[in-house]
């Protein structure tokens, strides 16, 4: 029933922008802290931002000062803002929900079908 569906997602030169949105369904999205995942070829799954159901954020310091992750509670939506990007953002990018902010990301229950972004330099 719970659906993350990803979207904005495409190729962009070093130094452009992106903007990620994820459509939830299924859920009540307001108690549910949500997340962006990224995976590169050969790598593990690793976080990049989360929002809690309070606002507060968190970021990876690889993207701190460069990503920024919103919600619209009253839209069921997530964002991400994708600035000043570089090529090693090249990666499928994942939405996820849960009802806490886990730090590992094995740990989130829900999960969108990922949208590839792909940074050229």
């Known amino acids: 029933q719970v659906q993350l569906v990803e979207s904005g997602g495409g190729s962009v030169q070093a130094g452009g922008s992106l903007r990620l949105s994820c459509a939830a369904s299924?859920?009540?999205?307001?108690?549910?802290?949500m997340g962006w995942f990224r995976q590169a070829p050969g790598k593990e799954r690793e976080g990049v931002a989360s929002i809690d159901i309070d606002g507060s954020t968190s970021y990876a310091d690889s993207v701190k000062g460069r990503f920024t992750i919103s919600r619209d509670n009253a839209k069921n939506a997530l964002y991400l803002q994708m600035n000043s990007l570089k090529p090693e953002d090249t990666a499928m990018y994942y939405c996820?929900?849960?009802?806490?902010?886990?730090?590992?990301?094995?740990?989130?229950?829900?999960w969108g079908q990922g949208t590839q972004v792909t940074v050229s330099s």
């Open positions: 996820a929900a849960d009802r806490f902010c886990y730090y590992s990301v094995y740990l989130w229950k829900y």
């Open positions: 299924g859920y009540t999205f307001s108690n549910y802290c």
